[in-house]
C-alpha cells in the first residue's frame, strides 16, 4: 500500500499549467512547496474562493507588476484547502484567459439549437426577458418559471425569482448526483452529510469507498485527509469494477460486478451483526430496529453475495471484520455522485445503517459534526405566496424529495393537458444541461416547448445554442459574489472580489439580478445598487467588514459548542421521527416504501454489449473545464477503457478510434480513443465524463472524444427521491469495418 501524502500532487500539478511560461521562476517544484518566495515588489493579491466545483477553496489571485493576472494558490487559513489549490482551481488563470468566452448579450435570431444570435444592449437584453416574464406571469402564472442553477450567482437569480412568485430553484446537482444519500442519511440519522462531507478521514483507521473516485473527482480537502490517513496506517478498501487511483492507494480491491453494490452492502451487515462486531453500546444506546435488522439479513450471507457480486465469501468477511476491528473510527463513505441504477437511495441506506452499526456517526474518524456561519438576509419585502409548486402536479410521486427536482421540471415542461401548468419560461445559470441531464432528446424537447429560455454563463456551452437570450457572465475572477458559508469544522467565511475588471461586456450575477429586477418591479428586494455595500453590511453583523475581509480572505469563528464529537455517554436526539438513529426507516415505511434495504437484482447488458460506467478526471470539473487552455494541456480528449480479453474479442488496438452505440441504436456523436487496460472488468467500459463537446465555438474541444451523456438514453428513477440513475446503460464498437457491414 502506498504511504506517501502526495499521491495526488495539488500544488504541483496544478500550478504547472498556469506558472510555468514565467520567466523568472527557477528550481520550479520546490519553489512550489513555498509560494511565498514567489514575492516581488509590485505584486499584488486579492482574495477568492473558487468556481470550479462545489468544494469552492478560499485562495489568493496574484498580479504581477503590469497589473497582469498570474497565479492563483490556496489560503492558509482555509479549512476546505489548507493553502492548496487543485488543478481546477489553479486553471482559474485559464477561464479568464479563454478567448471563447461568451463577450456580449446575445439574441436569438433563428431556430432553437442553429447559434444564430445578434448582439444586443444590456437594457434591451433585459427588456426582451422581463416583457416575456411579465406576459407568462398574466397568462399562466409566475410559478409557470423555473431556474436552473450551479454556482454562486444562482443566489441572487433564486432571489429575483422568489420575488417574482416562483418557488421552482432547481440544482441539477440534488437529482443527478447526492440527492439519494441526503434523502437516505436524512432518515437515518435525521441529518444529510453536507458540502463539503462531513467525513472525518484524517482521523479515520479504516475508509471504505464505494465507488467513489476521491483523486480522481479532486475533492480537495478529502484527498488530502486522505493521504494523511494512509501516512497514519489506515486501511482503505475500494469497491469498483476500475482499478481507480483511489484503488491504487488501497490495501484491499474488490472489483465488483456492477450494478450490485448493494447485495455486498447487505452481506457486510450480516457479518458485523452475526459476529457482534458492531458497537453494542452505541448501537444500544442511539438506534431503534436492530431485531428487525437483523431478522431481515439473516439469509444475506457472503455466500449469498458472492454469486451476485462474484467477491468471494472469505474476502467478504474479512473486509467485514477490518470496519469492525476499525470501529468506532470507520468511514463507509456515502460518495457523491450516486445516482446509478434507479434504488440508489437504498442503497444509500445500507450504507448509513452499516455507520450507525459501527458507531461512525458523531465519532472520531467516522462523521463529524459540522457548524456553518450565519450570514444575515438583508431586509426586504416578504416574498409572494406561490399558488401552486411542482408537488401540484406531480403530487404522488418523489415525496421524500426535499428539493425541487431538475428532471421532474425537464419533464413537467413538455405538453401535458393533465396538468395545471407547463413550464413555460427557463432560467438556467451555470449549468449545460445539455450535458447535466439524462436524455438529451427528452431536454430537447421539454426546450423546444418554451416560451423564453434564458442562459446565463461563461462559456458558450451547448445549451446556449437553445436559448432565446444569453447573458455573458464575467468570470469569479472578475466579481464579487456571496460570502462563502460553507460546513466545516469550524465555522468559516470566504470573501470572493474581483481582482480585475471584467473583460469585454461581460457582468456579474447580481448587477444582472438587480437590473433585470428593477425592469420587472421587484427593485425593493434588491435594496443596495452595489453589492459592495451588501456585503459590508452583512460582514458587519459578523463583527468584521468588507475592508477587513478584502485583506484577510478568510475568517474563522470558535464553534458555538464543544461538540464536534459526540461526548461520552452524552444524551443525543436525532432528528428523525422516532428521536433515534433509525435502523428501520419509518418514514419510508409511511410513504409505502421498504423500511429496510432490498437488493433486486438489475438488467444484465446484452451479447456484445457492456456496461457504460463514467467518471472524472482530476484536472476536469464536468463539461465546465474542457475548453480551458491550461486544463486543456493536461487533458484534451476522454477514451474508452476496455478489458484486454474484450479487445481481443473486437480485434481493437491501443489509440484505435471507434464510436460507440447504446443499447437504443444511439451513436456517440464523436469518435473516441480506445485504452486497453487490466484496470476495467470484462463486462464494462469506462469513460471521463465531460468530452464529446458539438458546440463549434468552443475551439478546443469541439469534437474532442465522447459524450457519455450522449449514450444515457435509459434513465431509472428512483421512485422514493426521483434521482436518475444512469448506469443502466450499454454499449457496443462501431469500427470501420463494422460500418461497412451495416
Known amino acids: 500500500m502506498a504511504t506517501r501524502r502526495d499521491f495526488i500532487r495539488i500544488s504541483a500539478l496544478g500550478a504547472g499549467g498556469t506558472a510555468v511560461a514565467w520567466p523568472l521562476v527557477r528550481n520550479f517544484a520546490k519553489e512550489l512547496v513555498d509560494p511565498e518566495r514567489f514575492i516581488f515588489e509590485g505584486m499584488r493579491r486579492t482574495p477568492t474562493y473558487c468556481e470550479i466545483c462545489f468544494w469552492k477553496c478560499a485562495g489568493w489571485v496574484y498580479k504581477n507588476d503590469k497589473g497582469d493576472l498570474w497565479k492563483i494558490i490556496g489560503n492558509d487559513e482555509d479549512l476546505h484547502c489548507n493553502g492548496r489549490f487543485c488543478p481546477r482551481g489553479t486553471g482559474g488563470v485559464g477561464m479568464y484567459n479563454d478567448e471563447d468566452r461568451l463577450k456580449t448579450p446575445l439574441i436569438r435570431t433563428q431556430d432553437r439549437g442553429k447559434q444564430v444570435f445578434r448582439e444586443a444592449t444590456w437594457d434591451e437584453a433585459f427588456t426582451y426577458i422581463a416583457d416575456k416574464l411579465k406576459k407568462i406571469s398574466r397568462e399562466h402564472g409566475p410559478e409557470c418559471t423555473a431556474l436552473f442553477t450551479h ?97 491504487s492507494k488501497s490495501k484491499y480491491w474488490l472489483p465488483i460486478k456492477p450494478a450490485t453494490d448493494l447485495a455486498l452492502l447487505l452481506a457486510w451487515i450480516h457479518v458485523i451483526l452475526e459476529e457482534e462486531l458492531y458497537d453494542k453500546a452505541y448501537v444500544e444506546k442511539y438506534t431503534m430496529g436492530l431485531d428487525l435488522l437483523q431478522a431481515h439479513v439473516k439469509g444475506m450471507t457472503p ?108 419533464d413537467a415542461t413538455i405538453p401535458d393537458p393533465s396538468r395545471g401548468c407547463n413550464f413555460k419560461a427557463w432560467i438556467v445559470n451555470g449549468t449545460n444541461l445539455i450535458e447535466t441531464l439524462p436524455n438529451q432528446d427528452n431536454t430537447i424537447k421539454a426546450i423546444e416547448a418554451l416560451d423564453l429560455l434564458v442562459v446565463i454563463d461563461t462559456m458558450p456551452m451547448e445549451i446556449t445554442g437553445y436559448a432565446d437570450v444569453v447573458l455573458p457572465e464575467c468570470t469569479y475572477i472578475e466579481r464579487y459574489d456571496e460570502i462563502r458559508v460553507s460546513p466545516h469544522r469550524k465555522p468559516q467565511i470566504a470573501l470572493r472580489m474581483p481582482a480585475l475588471k471584467p473583460k469585454y461586456n461581460t457582468k456579474p450575477a447580481y448587477w444582472m439580478a438587480r437590473e433585470l429586477a428593477k425592469k420587472m418591479g421587484l427593485e425593493a428586494f434588491f435594496p443596495y445598487e452595489k ?57 419510508f415505511e409511511q410513504e409505502g416504501f421498504d423500511p429496510l434495504p432490498k437488493y433486486t437484482a438489475h438488467e444484465e447488458p446484452p451479447a456484445g454489449y457492456y456496461r457504460l460506467n463514467y467518471g472524472r478526471a482530476p484536472m476536469h470539473t464536468f463539461s465546465r473545464t474542457s475548453n480551458n487552455p491550461n486544463l486543456t494541456d493536461l487533458m484534451d480528449e476522454n477514451s474508452v477503457w476496455v478489458n484486454p480479453k474484450v479487445a481481443q474479442e473486437w480485434g481493437l488496438t491501443n489509440d484505435q478510434y471507434i464510436h460507440l452505440r447504446n443499447q437504443d441504436g444511439k451513436r456517440s456523436e464523436f469518435p473516441i ?27 478546443r474541444c469541439y469534437g474532442k472524444g465522447a459524450s457519455d451523456t450522449n449514450l444515457i438514453t435509459k434513465v431509472l428513477v428512483d421512485p422514493l427521491m426521483g434521482g436518475t440513475g444512469m448506469r443502466g446503460n450499454f454499449v457496443t464498437f462501431i469500427t470501420e469495418s463494422e460500418e461497412v457491414k451495416s
Request: aromatic residues 10%; contains cysteine.
Open 151 to 247: 454556482g454562486s450567482g444562482g443566489k441572487y437569480f433564486s432571489t429575483l425569482l422568489k420575488a417574482f412568485g416562483s418557488p421552482h430553484i432547481a440544482a441539477p446537482s440534488y437529482a443527478q448526483c447526492r440527492g439519494p444519500r441526503e434523502v437516505a442519511f436524512q432518515n437515518t440519522f435525521g441529518e444529510g452529510v453536507e458540502s463539503p462531507e462531513r467525513t472525518d478521514i484524517r482521523d479515520t483507521k479504516c475508509l471504505v469507498l464505494i465507488g467513489s473516485h476521491i483523486g480522481e473527482n479532486m475533492h480537495n480537502g478529502q484527498v488530502q485527509e486522505m493521504s494523511v490517513a494512509i501516512d497514519k496506517g489506515a486501511i482503505i478498501i475500494t469497491v469498483d469494477p476500475r482499478y481507480s487511483t483511489a484503488a
Open 303 to 410: 455466500e449469498w453475495a458472492y454469486g451476485i457480486t462474484t467477491i468471494p465469501p472469505e474476502v467478504i468477511r474479512q473486509m467485514a471484520r477490518e470496519m469492525g476491528h476499525a470501529s468506532p473510527a470507520v468511514i463507509v463513505h456515502p460518495g457523491r455522485h450516486v445516482t446509478w441504477y434507479g434504488d440508489d437511495t437504498q442503497r444509500l441506506r445500507a450504507v448509513a445503517i452499516l455507520n450507525a452499526l459501527l458507531g461512525s456517526w458523531g465519532r472520531r474518524g467516522g462523521f463529524f459534526k459540522p457548524e456553518t456561519a450565519s450570514v444575515p438576509e438583508v431586509p426586504h419585502p416578504a416574498f409572494p405566496t406561490p399558488k401552486r409548486t411542482w408537488r401540484t402536479e406531480f403530487p404522488d410521486l418523489y415525496r421524500l424529495s426535499d428539493s425541487v427536482l431538475a428532471n421532474g421540471v425537464c
Open 531 to 587: 453589492i459592495e455595500d451588501l456585503l459590508d453590511w452583512q460582514l458587519k453583523q459578523l463583527g468584521t467588514s468588507l475592508e477587513e475581509m478584502q485583506r484577510i480572505g478568510v475568517k474563522t469563528f470558535e464553534r458555538t459548542a464543544d461538540d464536534l464529537y459526540f461526548a461520552p455517554d452524552e444524551e443525543v436526539e436525532f432528528g428523525t421521527n422516532s428521536g433515534k438513529i433509525e435502523l428501520y426507516a419509518t418514514a
Open 673 to 699: 480513443k480506445v485504452r486497453i487496460t487490466e484496470r476495467i472488468r470484462w463486462d464494462s467500459v469506462y469513460m471521463v465524463h465531460g468530452f464529446g463537446h458539438d458546440q463549434k465555438r468552443l475551439k
